[in-house]
Each structure stands twice: as C-alpha cells, then as structure tokens.
C-alpha cells in the first residue's frame, strides 16, 4: 500500500464477533470497569516481553537502546487518559488483524457463554477479562497509535468509537511501541484520576515486572528565600514515578515473603479472584538452579467461562519471560497448577524449541514434580480436611497420572482417596488404610466400578462381600477403569474388579439355603431366560455369589477391556459394550417363583416381561443400560399386573 493512497482515514469493519462484544461491553452495568486498566497494561507487558526476548537474538530493532515500560498520563481537564509502552509495536496489518478481529481467548468463551448461558454477563466480564476491548466500559473514543519494532514499517493509527467500524491512518510517531488514547466517558472521570490509577495499578498489576510510570504535575517548587515571589508565580513542572512493586517475588528468599503477598501475586498472576488452595516456593542451586513458586487454585472451573484454552508455568530465564505457557516442566496430569519457574541455567539466546530439548529442563521438572507430590504427601497429614477439598476437585488428574505415568506412579499412589463400602458419604480411605483393614484371609483388592457412588453400593455384586464384611473400593470417576487397568497391584495385593466371572472368593461359612431351584428346573428356566435374550448375552447361568439379589451381569473371564467400558463409552459415539454373562441366584424368591410359573403356565406373558427386566436392572446396576426409558411399557403393564382388580 502507498502513502497517497490512505491519506484520508480508511474506514474498516470490525468482524461480527466484536460487533456483539463492543455492544454487550457498550451497555453493560459492571461495576468494576476498572479491570479495563489490568488488561491493557496486561497487553503492555506482554508486548515488553515479547520486544525483550525479540533482541536476544535481533539487534536491528527500532529504539534497541530504550527503557522497557508502561507510562499512564491522565488529563483531568479532557478526560483523557494515555497509557504508552515501548512494546513490540504493531504495524499497518497487525493493528487490523489484531484490533479488528477476535483475538483474545477470554472474549471467545464470554462470547460464547452469552449466547449459552442466562448468567449475568456483567459478573462474567469481571472474572473473564475481555482483554482490549474492555476499553470500551470506559471510553467513547479510543485512539491507538504504534510503532512497530521493525524498522521499515511505519506508524500507524487505529481509532474507534466502538460503533460499527474503525479507522485507520497513517501517523507519526517515531518511538517504538503502542500509545492507547482513551477519551473517557463522563461517568468514568474517575480514570483520569492519578490517586485512581495507582489504586487499581497497585491492586491488579503490582507484580508486572516492568516498571509502570505514571505522570504527575507538580507546582514548581521554589527556595525558601523566594516564597513570596512563588504565590505569583505558580507554575507546574512534570515528573514521572513508578508505582508498581515490580517484584520478582520468586527470586526472594522465601523467609521474607508474607502469605499475602503470594495470595496477591497467585490472583494478578491467573486473573482467579479466589485464593489459592496451596503456593509452593521453591529455591534450588544445585543440581540446577531455579526460583519457582507453584499454586494449586481451589477450584478446578474458576467461574462459569473458565474454558482456559492454554495451561503451563510461565519459564524465565534470569527474569527474561521466554515462555508464557510451558509444559515440559510438569507432567502432563499436573497441569492444573500454576506458577512461574526461572533459572540462570538455561541459555538465553535460544529459541523457544530449544528450551524445551536442554537437559536442564528434565532435571527442573523432576525436582518439581518431586516437590509437589511432596507437599500434597504433606498436606494430606496435616490438614486432612484441606486435602479432601483438593482431592474433590483435581483427584482425576493424580488418578490420571496414576495410570500415565509408571515412573512416579508408586509415589502418587499415597495420595489416592476413596469412597467404599465401608465408608459414609463423606469419608475416604486410602490403599494403605483398605490394607489394614483387610480380612485375614483376604488376598486381593476388591473395587467396583460404576457410574456413582448410590448406584454402585446397591449392586448385586457387593452381595457376597456384604455378607462376608469384606471392603469393597468404589471407583466411579470415568477415569477409574483406566486406572485399574494400568494398576494391577498395590503393596504384592492384587487389585480385583467384583464383576469378574472367574472371582475366586474365600469360601463362606453359608447355611446351605434350604429353598433352592431344583436341578432339572434350573435348567428349564435357564433355558428359556437364554431363549427370550437370544444373543444380548453371552451365558446364563448360577451364581454362587448372590444372597440378596436375583441376579447380575458379569464380565467373561479375560475380557481385555473391561475396566475401559465405561470411559469408551462416553468418548467414542458408536462404542457397543461387550456382552456378558448373567447370573442368577437359585434361592432368590423371585427366580424360585418364576421357575414355578414356567412349571405351570408356561405361555404367561409375565414371564418373558419379567426375564427382560432381570436383564434391564443388571444393565441399570452396572451403568450400561443404553436406554433406560425402554422399560417404562413393561414395567408398567408388570405393575398392572401386581395391583389386582377389585
Ligand atoms: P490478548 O491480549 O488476549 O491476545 P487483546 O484483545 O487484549 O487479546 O489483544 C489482542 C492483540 O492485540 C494482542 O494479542 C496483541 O497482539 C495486540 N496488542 C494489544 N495491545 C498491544 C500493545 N500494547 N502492544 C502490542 N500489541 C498489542
């Protein structure tokens, strides 16, 4: 594009998206539109950043030599307020690209939300920064004018009233960096208060680690002996002050680091606006040296919108930000913890790509992912009552780890929880606790896998542990079977499902049941159950486990993916659950009676109605049932048949 061309401003249209955002932004009630101040400056040290790593390798930058800051200058007579940095810069296309589009990941989801959701959007803005068009809860006009880092593009100026368009000009400005002019509403004055700003800088922005100037005008101070000249001749001269603490607060010791101070970082650091459940601060030199401190939040979905598309630690080398989101530091299933981590032993001249293949990462990680198993060990100790409240909400992840991980799974195994049959609605027990309390003649591990935990502690195949007061664990997250299936064992104990075909139980001092299903009509009965279901089943045949319960499914021996069913099911659309064996107790009243009825009255209806929903409530007690409303019509005309006419 030439100069002559675009003399006059051009005028664009924003993208839909940012229509319906700037109009929701435009006319919404919020009352706390000073988060707008938190994102821009946001985006400023973002820029710094990105400029400071840029000239670890690029020395042919505009402005190479000057200072990395944020300058706020607020204009009370015009309502103005200027925020400035000498950030990357962006040129011509960049403004368009980043300013007229959706770019902001937070913006997608709010946007998305409020389309979806009902909530109020005033609350959501607050928890969800909309980023840079946050601005416009303030402004009527926004002017922003900047500078790329690279030295043949040009300035440019982007400006808008958040109506429809935007403009576009060419400007000149020979600095580096982006300068945003907001011409205040006139409800929103107070922005162009200076005591204002450095209240809201103070509360959200403190731990930038760019210094944040802020202009001020101040009377000319004049000598003493010429105090009376100075009533005459009062004049202002200008002068700029940090007002961001600016700590690293990682890189101080951890003795003089006060518990609300890390709070205070973890909320400026994540946007969360609840406290942290747990922040580590770790200080190593050798083998490697580091600085971290890592949060665990106390929520895994932090408000309605929490759709975090990104995660990973923030990795500085020597306080030089090289990547925003790493991953390589943590194990994956640690990936709900947040934080920062900085070395000196990492080269700085590298690429992103590089950092992630120095060895010194590796021994990082490990140290960290040391540490925090650590501290969960130790919290779990302590404060019992704390660590269940983590357990609720990130428990899936160390259950994930579990089974990714085989190198650290003997350590996160300590920190599992669980509900079982021996435990009220609020209590868990660990491996180590079920261990001890396993019955001497108890060889193995017992689990149930279901959907929750009312469902699973009425099944069929806790009869026989019932009645034998054997521990059995319930696994109920999705996650669970997966688990189980790459934890065989624990402590030389086998880890044994219940539904197993080929359990073998410690034999029960059982008072032979006098009313039993004789031989040959077992037979007759099993016959016509395996005829009425046909192929849904595999076999039918006697249980030797039932007490209470007519009858259960079970898994044939040996079927690989068993403790898979569950979580395939809910992520692969078409998945059929493999057949299984029902089983049936010869001495329940039920079977007894409907063996008698075949006996008589072989062509009653109520016998294949009754046969189907034996087969239906198995399905229900293991959670596969494909569609429960299937059973309403026979249920229905079996109760029609219970309740007699007058
Ligand atoms: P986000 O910061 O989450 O990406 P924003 O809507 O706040 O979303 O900003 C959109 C983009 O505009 C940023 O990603 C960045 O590329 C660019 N940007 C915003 N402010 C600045 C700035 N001060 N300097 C350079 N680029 C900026």
Redo the contacts with the bound molecule.
């Keep these: 594009m030439t100069q002559e061309t675009v003399q006059s401003p051009e005028s664009l249209e924003y993208r839909t998206e940012v229509r319906q955002l700037l109009d929701i932004l435009a006319h919404s009630l919020y009352t706390e539109r000073e988060i707008f101040l938190r ?1 821009l400056v946001s ?2 040290s ?2 710094l950043n990105r400029i400071q790593f840029e000239m670890l390798t690029n020395a042919d930058v505009v402005d190479h030599g000057a200072e990395l800051a944020v300058t706020l200058r607020a204009d009370r007579e015009s309502k103005t307020l200027l925020i400035s ?1 000498t ?4 040129n011509r296309d960049e403004l368009v690209q ?2 007229g589009t959706i ?5 997608k989801s709010f946007l998305q939300g409020a389309k979806e959701t009902g909530a109020s959007l005033d609350e959501v803005i607050g928890q969800f920064g909309v ?3 946050s601005v416009f809860m303030v402004a009527d006009e926004v002017t922003v004018t ?1 500078r790329s880092h690279r030295p043949e593009d040009q300035a440019w100026s982007w400006h808008s009233t958040g109506e429809s368009s935007f403009e576009l000009t060419p400007a000149d400005k020979s600095s580096r960096g ?1 300068e945003i002019l907001i011409k205040l509403k006139d409800d929103a004055d107070e922005f162009a208060n200076n005591w204002r700003l450095e209240q809201i800088v103070k509360k959200h922005s403190d731990y930038v680690s760019f210094p944040i100037y802020l202009v001020e005008e101040k009377p000319i101070e004049h000598d003493a002996e010429d105090g009376a000249e100075a009533e005459t001749d009062a004049g202002t001269e200008e002068s700029q002050r940090v007002i961001n603490r600016r700590t690293a607060l990682w890189r101080q010791t951890p003795q003089g680091v006060e518990a609300e101070q890390y709070t205070e970082f973890y909320k400026q650091l994540t946007f969360d606006f609840e406290e942290p459940l747990l922040h580590i601060h770790l200080v190593t030199d050798a083998p490697v040296n580091m600085r971290s401190i890592l949060y665990i939040p106390s929520k895994l979905n932090r408000g309605l919108m929490s759709a975090r598309t990104e995660h990973g630690l923030r990795l500085y080398s020597r306080k030089i930000l090289i990547q925003e989101y790493n991953r390589e530091l943590l194990p994956d299933y640690f990936r709900f913890v947040e934080g920062v981590v900085d070395s000196e032993d990492l080269p700085l001249n590298v690429s992103r790509e590089v950092v992630q293949s120095n060895p010194n990462i590796r021994q990082m990680s490990r140290a960290l992912a040391n540490r925090l198993t650590r501290e969960l060990k130790s919290l779990a100790k302590k404060e019992p009552e704390k660590y269940i409240k983590f357990w609720q909400e990130f428990g899936i992840f160390l259950k994930e780890g579990v089974a990714s991980d085989p190198t650290n799974q003997e350590s996160l195994l300590e920190l599992l929880r669980f509900h079982s049959s021996k435990t009220g609605p609020d209590e868990w027990v660990t491996l180590a606790q079920y261990v001890e309390r396993m019955k001497l003649e108890q060889e193995q591990i017992y689990y149930v896998l279901g959907e929750d935990v009312k469902t699973v502690a009425r099944s069929p195949h806790l009869d026989y542990f019932r009645a034998n007061d054997i521990e059995v664990l319930y696994l109920v997250d999705p996650i669970d079977g997966y688990m189980t299936s790459m934890l065989r064992e624990y402590e030389e104990k086998q880890l044994q499902n219940v539904d197993d075909a080929g359990l073998k139980l410690p034999e029960r001092e059982q008072e032979e049941s006098t009313e039993k299903v004789g031989e040959s009509d077992f037979d007759a009965l099993v016959n016509r159950v395996k005829k009425t279901l046909g192929d849904r089943v595999t076999d039918v045949r006697e249980s030797k486990q039932l007490v209470s319960n007519p009858c259960r499914l079970v898994s044939p021996e040996n079927e690989f993916d068993r403790d898979m069913q569950r979580l395939r099911r809910l992520m692969e659309q078409d998945y059929e659950t493999p057949k299984k064996i029902l089983e049936l107790n010869r001495s329940h009243v039920l079977v007894r009676n409907l063996s008698g009825l075949i006996q008589n009255d072989s062509a009653n209806r109520l016998i294949d109605a009754t046969i189907e929903q034996l087969f239906a409530n198995g399905l229900l007690a293991e959670g596969i049932h494909p569609n429960p409303a299937e059973m309403v019509e026979r249920i229905q005309m079996l109760m029609e048949a219970a309740v007699p006419g007058a």
Excluded at 87 to 90: A, E, F, K, L, N
Excluded at 103 to 107: K, N, V, W
């Design positions: 994102e985006n400023s973002d820029a940095d950030g990357i810069g962006m980043n300013l770019a902001h990941s937070g913006a980023g840079f068009y900047s982006t």
